[in-house]
């Protein structure tokens, strides 16, 4: 019997242990790819309705991409907290979570980012996520809601509510099941 290329292709297996390195090298490359489908408006489960209307000017550009950046980081690390809290200790969680965020501010200077501008970033990343926890503690809508808010500078825009919640739901729950079965260990 003759066999193929494909009779030998094997199935993605997910890793059985990750590093708090690999985790945040893992969780940096998913944060990019949500973002530049959000930019490109390729997310076609989860589309953010009249997204080309938040590009009139630089400013308002400027603002809604470093928004979005903001609402990924939030919600892949809201993903990775849920997925192993309680099943890891919280310092390999934090280092994990450390890893990714300074995966990506590494990158954001790396293409352009003035790393004079970081501190500040930081700062705001820091409001929002304390924002955004309290928000989604309470109900998705307002989660919903508080993002918004940010991204487009009102709370309740047609449609992109509930958009951003689904979205939400959509990166945070399948990551959180791709990693309740890892275990995550020192390195």
Known sequence: MQTTLL???????????????ELGDSLARLVWESFSDFLA???VETPLPEVD???????TA??????????????HTRGAQLAFMGRAPDSLIRQGLDELHRAVFEDMVEHGTPSGQLPLFEQRVSARYAEYHQAA???DERL???VSRHLVG???RAGLVDAIRERAIAVANPLRDFL???ELVSS
């Open 7 to 21: 009779d030998d292709t094997r199935e993605f297996r997910a890793p059985q242990t990750m590093t708090p390195a």
């Open 154 to 156: 009102e709370a309740s």
């Open 137 to 139: 503690s309470e109900t």
């Open 41 to 43: 408006q390729e997310d």
């Open 53 to 59: 209307t938040l590009y009139d000017d630089e400013r």
């Open 62 to 75: 400027r603002r809604t991409a470093e928004e979005a950046l903001i609402f990924f980081l939030w919600a």
């Open 180 to 182: 309740e079965d890892v």
């Open 144 to 146: 919903g809601q508080a």
